[in-house]
């Protein structure tokens, strides 16, 4: 199981984000980014709370939020309420690339993970990936 897992967990995002890369010209990283800030209240999001919804570190996200600003998918901007924290907002150009890249992901996903899962694993799954992503979290040492 571990084995699988382990390879599963290489091998899933190179393929997501191949596609990802190829059809929309951004990577899985840049549309989690996106998909984190359109889910956010008033589609916007400090850096540090960017960086756990997209379950990446801070430094990579910096890095990632800076070269989507220039490519106008999102802005940033720095807080009105902590001077050392900035805000990442979507923009409608990251809007309108998240709506035109949802279907494919979508379809992707189902055809390479959900349709090989039934309703009662995918149940069993979802609970066992709970439980560890909970411990995980408790866990985690902060960046």
Do not use: K
């Amino acid at each position: 199981m571990w084995r699988s897992f382990v390879e599963l967990l290489v091998r899933l995002p190179r393929v997501l984000d191949e596609n990802f890369i190829r059809e929309t010209h951004v990577s899985m990283a840049e549309y989690s980014v996106l998909v984190a800030l359109s889910e956010a209240p008033d589609q916007e999001l400090r850096m540090g709370d960017l960086a756990e919804a997209a379950a990446l570190s801070r430094s990579r996200m910096s890095r990632i939020v800076d070269d989507m600003a220039r490519r106008s998918l999102v802005s940033r901007r720095p807080s009105a309420h902590d001077a050392r924290s900035s805000l990442a907002a979507i923009t409608p150009e990251g809007q309108a690339l998240l709506a035109g890249a949802y279907p494919g992901h979508l379809a992707r996903v189902r055809a390479l993970v959900l349709d090989h899962v039934t309703r009662n694993e995918m149940r069993t799954i979802t609970a066992t990936f709970q439980r560890i992503l909970t411990s995980l979290r408790e866990t985690a040492e902060p960046d």
